[in-house]
């Protein structure tokens, strides 16, 4: 489950391409920055960035992401910002540790 992935395995895949079901269509996105957070001994916080192609959805939601080394899975996806070089989108993880 792409929900529990730890930033690690997140950073190991920096700049790799995901496809983020919408819809009906398949936008390629590209991971290009994991963000840390304010982590304890007990829990992980970090957020990751995406990078769409300017026409990608201006929607935040729930979306699936597929990628060639990781599990697929849902994942809650914001918009936060927009240009020339294409749509960001911002998820913040909060994740306990075993």
Do not use: W
């Not at 983020?20 to 916080?45: H, N, R, W």
């Not at 201006?58 to 080394?69: A, S």
């Amino acid at each position: 489950m792409l929900g529990t992935t730890p930033k690690g395995t997140f950073v190991e895949n920096l700049n790799t391409r995901f496809r983020m079901l919408f819809q009906v269509a398949v936008i390629e996105v590209e991971l290009i920055e994991v963000v840390d957070g304010k982590s304890t001994p007990a829990q992980e916080q970090f957020s990751l960035m995406f990078r769409a192609s300017p026409d990608g959805p201006l929607e935040q939601g729930i979306y699936i992401l597929q990628h060639d080394r990781l599990e697929s899975g849902e994942i809650f996806l914001v918009p936060v910002s927009k240009d020339d070089k294409g749509v960001c989108y911002q998820a913040v993880f909060n994740r306990l540790i075993d």
